[in-house]
């Protein structure tokens, strides 16, 4: 029901800025709470940050809060992640994902899934 594909990763010096985007494409877009996680090579694929259908409640990790800034656009079907003052322990691939509920700290609460995109931040 839900397709996502995100963009915006790349190669960023530490104390730098990126942006990723994830485009939506599905009718009950807007309904979804979203979420976008992170797994690092050897790591578990972690909670980065959550807004809600309306873009009125988010929630971050605690490694990212007041570094990182979710937010939505329901017109364009697209989520973003704002992304500063980025450290080398930010490197991983960044995923988007999307449910029909409230907003999830939890992977496994994610039905819907994009392919990811890779962030690497050099020291």
């Known amino acids: 029901q839900v397709q996502l594909v995100e963009s915006g990763g790349g190669l960023v010096q530490a104390g730098g800025s990126l942006r990723l985007s994830c485009a939506a494409s599905?009718?009950?877009?807007?309904?979804?709470?979203m979420g976008w996680f992170r797994q690092a090579p050897g790591n578990e694929r972690e909670f980065v940050a959550g807004?809600?259908?309306?873009?009125?409640?988010?929630d971050y990790a605690d490694s990212v809060k007041g570094r990182f800034t979710i937010s939505r656009d329901n017109a364009k079907n697209t989520v973003y992640l704002q992304m500063k003052s980025l450290k080398p322990e930010d490197t991983a691939v960044y995923y988007c994902?999307?449910?029909?509920?409230?907003?999830?700290?939890?992977?496994?609460?994610?039905?819907?899934w994009g392919q990811g995109t890779q962030v690497t931040v050099s020291s």
């Open positions: 807004i809600n259908w309306s873009g009125g409640n988010t």
């Open positions: 994902a999307a449910r029909p509920y409230a907003i999830s700290r939890l992977a496994v609460g994610y039905e819907y």
């Open positions: 599905g009718r009950t877009f807007s309904s979804y709470s």
